[in-house]
């Protein structure tokens, strides 16, 4: 009886130990999958896994910086071809048709004050990545470069003005 007790343990040992265990380590971080949301600012999550470190983590970082560019600036070009054919008579006749649909996505945007919030790196290498943009930043961005164009557009009348007088002044020789 004891070498049968003894052998169930072992059996039981054995099938307990191989069998699998969920994995402790998450294999993306917790805002990956819920998106932090904060009034007045936009995040991105960007995600890489590649040999260097350091590559990784600029990639992780460009392509979160990428997803809020394609928020505030985006152009979808799409398009849809179906072709059908048939050729022959009866029964005979033989019938072609071809559809493709192919959408392209364009965004050309300057981000400045992007902050990166969180890099994380999980046990398989993969390097993760959430930047966060403040619109109040980008609103005083605007401002500011509206404000260079208008002093530039005044300094620009103003050189105007000065070159009309110049040529009246010359024009009375």
Do not use: H
């Given at each position: ?8 343990l072992?059996?039981?040992?054995i ?7 969920p994995?402790?380590i ?7 999958m819920n ?12 995600s890489?896994?590649?040999?260097s470190?350091?590559l ?7 392509l ?7 928020s505030l ?16 008579l009866?029964?005979n ?5 071809f559809?493709?649909?192919v959408?392209?996505?364009v965004s050309?945007t300057?981000?400045?004050?992007t902050?990166?919030?969180?890099v ?10 959430l930047?966060e943009?403040?619109?109040d930043?980008v609103?005083?961005a ?18 105007q ?13």
């Open positions: 009886m004891k070498n049968i007790s003894l052998m169930l072992f059996v039981f040992s099938f307990f130990g191989c069998a699998n265990r994995s402790n998450p294999s993306m971080p917790s805002w990956a998106v932090p949301t904060k009034d007045g600012y936009l995040y991105g999550i960007g890489t896994k590649k040999q470190p350091q990784a983590r600029t990639a992780a970082i460009g979160a910086r990428d997803e809020i560019a394609r600036d985006l152009k979808v070009s799409s398009m849809f071809k179906n072709f059908m054919q048939e050729s022959g009866g029964e006749a033989q019938a072609l048709e559809t493709e649909s959408t392209k996505q050309s300057t981000l400045n004050a902050i990166v919030k969180e994380e790196v999980m046990r398989d290498g993969t390097v993760w990545a930047v943009l403040n619109l930043d609103r005083n605007a401002s500011e470069n509206a404000k260079k164009q208008e002093a530039l557009f005044n300094e620009f009348k103003a050189e003005s000065f070159d009309e007088l110049m040529k009246a002044i010359n024009d009375l020789k």
